[in-house]
């Protein structure tokens, strides 16, 4: 089966790429000839994921899913949310996002924080959503190269690392991507 990931992010394409089955083919944006960004004007994470896939399939006529990620900090109510990518502004620094973060955190003992993944599938006319999510808290300073994003900050209740110190491999076990992806597959069996 071929599917379309609608995402514009490599490193989230390199993680699910490890995670589906080789039945299933996973296509990219840049294979269908869509380059343009694809618009994201939702309040929330889910509305977000459900727009990306609707647009790939109103433009390109492809049956496709979109992850729509958010990092939810508990003392800062939700934040930064449906808003993580463009924290700090609108060039979607990574850096730029976590120094953000970590100021607005500097005197907060609440270190709490959860990211949450909605995977939208549109597949023959309808459309399916699951989530995954994974708790945590921030920590007081980056550590670690791998991932992206947020990764450096954000240490998963399951390990003493943060995820950018895990192998992708690890990150994948428990991650909020991983756990929404794996209600993808089993829908799709
Ligand atoms: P697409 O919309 O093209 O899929 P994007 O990077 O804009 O890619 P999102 O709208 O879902 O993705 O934005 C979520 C932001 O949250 C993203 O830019 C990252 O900075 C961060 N993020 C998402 N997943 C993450 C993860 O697994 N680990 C760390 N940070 C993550």
Redesign the pocket.
Known sequence: MKLVF????L??LK?IQALVPDHIQLIS?ADIGCTE??P?NSPT?EG??IE?ANYVKKHYGYDCF??????EVEALNGE?GVY???YAGKE?D?NA?MDKLLNKLENINNRSAQ?K?VIALVLNGKVETFTGICSGIITHEKKGEK?????PI?RPKEHKET?AQLSLIE?NKI???GRAIQQLISYLK
Do not use: C, Q, V
């Open positions: 609608a995402t514009s992010n490193n989230k993680e944006l960004e694809i994201e994470i977000n994921a990306k979109a992850d729509d990620t958010g990092l930064p993580s990518a463009r979607k990574a996002n990211f993944t991932g992206f994003g947020y990764d954000f995820f990150k991650s909020h991507r």
